[in-house]
């Protein structure tokens, strides 16, 4: 990959198509379509705690009405990497950066009243943030999508979006230096 991130780049976040799925994602995929049968979606209420234990760490559970979105629940793996606890945060009162990112894949799972998998790269606090998120709906009780699962899979920083000695990642490469980041 040869894209530059530096301060320039700030607000820089894109969305693409995920990459091949993990086995966690595909287990996740596999139990909602068990849950949801010949239904559209399944409800929050078809999963039991005990059915999500192996995401648990990774899972939010988010609430969409007519207000906005909240964090119903933030995953501690979430957390711990993020740096700060999000449960029961509205997404009107995150940073902008991070409501773009929160709301864009949110928006494409209402549009399509599907699953959306994809992975997002993010420059978030000076870092390059790089990770598969799956985004599943689920229905209330008059079949609209009241709340979204999301996975967040595979979490990494590719590289830094500053130099470790200051200079920027694009002024360094136009120096000589060959970085790429992994796959």
């Given at each position: 990959m040869n894209e530059h991130f530096d301060d320039s780049d700030a607000n820089a976040m894109?969305?693409?198509?995920?990459?091949?799925?993990?086995?966690?994602?595909?287990?996740?995929?596999?139990?909602?379509?068990?849950?949801?049968?010949?239904?559209?979606?399944?409800?929050?209420?078809?999963?039991?705690?005990?059915?999500?234990?192996?995401?648990?760490g990774r899972l939010n559970l988010v609430t969409i009405d007519a207000g906005g979105a909240r964090f119903d629940v933030f995953g501690t793996r979430n957390s711990r990497e993020l740096g700060v606890e999000m449960t029961g945060v509205n997404f009107d009162a995150l940073p902008l950066q991070a409501r773009l990112v929160a709301t864009a894949g949110i928006e494409r799972?209402?549009?399509?009243?599907?699953?959306?998998?994809?992975?997002?790269?993010?420059?978030?606090?000076r870092r390059l943030r790089v990770y598969?998120?799956?985004?599943?709906?689920?229905?209330?009780?008059?079949?609209r999508i009241g709340k979204v699962l999301v996975l967040i899979d595979n979490p990494r920083d590719e590289f830094l979006a500053r130099g470790r000695w200051g200079a920027s990642a694009s002024s360094a490469r136009r120096g000589g230096a060959s970085a790429q980041s992994p796959a």
């Open positions: 894109v969305i693409v198509p995920g990459r091949k799925a993990s086995p966690s994602v595909e287990a996740l995929l596999a139990l909602w379509h068990a849950k949801r049968g010949a239904r559209e979606m399944p409800s929050r209420g078809d999963f039991r705690f005990h059915e999500l234990a192996l995401w648990l799972v209402v549009s399509a009243r599907a699953p959306v998998f994809e992975t997002v790269r993010v420059v978030l606090e598969d998120r799956l985004i599943l709906p689920l229905a209330d009780a008059h079949g």
